[in-house]
């Protein structure tokens, strides 16, 4: 028995590859590249010194999803494949759309057909919209103030309607927080195609010389420093909580979503400076215009995960900064 993880050699998807592994697990990946690089299965390998069953596929692609469920005994699916750039999801919103909920409806036919019943949703925090209040808690309001949230929170309420309609069922929602950092040994790390829209891919960018400008984004908002205040999780504890996860779908039936953070809200400017610090980098960042939308604070409440998964965050935000910086640099080596 195997559990098929979607979009496996991304960012998350990669970190817990290598967390499935280590406790235990037997897992079939499969990933487009869309956004990814092969390079990171290797890491994954190199990391765990265990070997898997990869598909290079394409979610959109039946017949190609049929063949891995026809091919091994899928458990459980692990489905982090999808779109995920905010801005872009505002211009292409059909895009998004498409890729995002045509791959997951094909995932979840196979599943149905295969007899497959345990789902792990790589959800987002932002389906909670513009939180009214802090820390943020599962049953809080759920609203989409983009494509991007529209794909996660429709796919949400699809898991939740399967799920009333068939005890057979074990949906289980994740919905992540600012994922940063990479695994300490530098293999795996955030390596995404194209110009990043997230805070920390910009910082290395900067930190790499890639990147002209770092600009913070308003500090006129009505927090401790004025600059917007996050909760970063570091991604190895955040693949940690997938593993806790598969082990809920394992024992329990129905939809039941978890936040994924550390419960610390973190403000930019802090970032930036421990980022520095860790690192021994003079950033050189400047002050600029506030983005549109951006909610002043928002971070989560992670007492249900701890309570019902046995998961919570550990690793400090020095170890974020660090670990990031850690595998960029020797990405950048190993490219010149
Ligand atoms: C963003 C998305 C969110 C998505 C998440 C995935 C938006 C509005 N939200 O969250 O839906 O789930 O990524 O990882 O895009 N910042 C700067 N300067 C920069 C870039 C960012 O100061 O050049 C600030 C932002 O204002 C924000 C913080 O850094 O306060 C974090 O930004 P980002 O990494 O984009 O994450 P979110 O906005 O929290």
């Not at 779908?249 to 939809?255: P, W």
């Not at 980098?281 to 002043?296: F, K, V, W």
């Amino acid at each position: 028995m195997a559990i098929l993880v979607t979009g496996g050699a991304g960012f998350i998807g990669s970190h817990t590859c290598v967390e499935l592994l280590n406790a235990g697990e037997e897992i079939v990946v499969m990933d487009n590249f869309y956004n990814s690089n092969a390079k990171a299965l290797d890491g994954i390998k190199e990391i765990t010194g265990k070997n898997f069953k990869f598909y290079e596929a394409d979610m959109l692609d039946m017949a190609a999803v049929d063949e891995i469920f026809a091919e091994n005994d899928i458990e459980a699916v692990i489905h982090f494949a999808g779109y995920k750039c905010v801005p872009e999801s505002v211009k292409k919103p059909l895009m998004y759309y498409s890729n995002n909920l045509r791959g997951t409806f094909n995932i979840l036919e196979c599943m149905k057909k295969y007899g497959c019943t345990k789902f792990v949703f790589s959800s987002s925090a932002t389906v909670y919209g513009i939180p009214e209040t802090v820390p943020v808690k599962e049953d809080f309001p759920l609203s989409a103030i983009n494509p991007y949230g529209s794909t996660k929170l429709i796919i949400e309420n699809l898991c939740r309607e399967m799920a009333a309609a068939s005890d057979k069922w074990s949906m289980i929602l994740l919905r992540y927080f600012n994922p940063v950092g990479a695994h300490e040994s530098g293999k795996i790390g955030e390596d995404p195609n194209g110009i990043p829209n997230n805070l920390m891919p910009i910082v290395l960018d900067k930190a790499t010389g890639k990147r002209e400008v770092l600009s913070v984004a308003g500090n006129d908002y009505p927090t401790p420093d004025g600059t917007c205040v996050r909760d970063y999780i570091h991604v190895v504890d955040l693949a940690k909580g997938h593993v806790a996860a598969i082990k809920k779908a394992r024992s329990s039936n129905g939809a039941l979503a978890y936040n994924l953070g550390t419960g610390n809200g973190y403000s930019v400017l802090e970032i930036l400076d421990t980022f520095q610090r860790v690192n021994n980098i003079d950033l050189g960042y400047t002050i600029g215009e506030r983005r549109p939308g951006d909610a002043a604070a928002t971070y989560a409440d992670p007492t249900l995960a701890e309570k019902e998964l046995g998961w919570k965050a550990e690793k400090t935000l020095e170890e974020m900064c660090r670990d990031a910086w850690n595998f960029r640099k020797l990405r950048e080596e190993e490219n010149k």
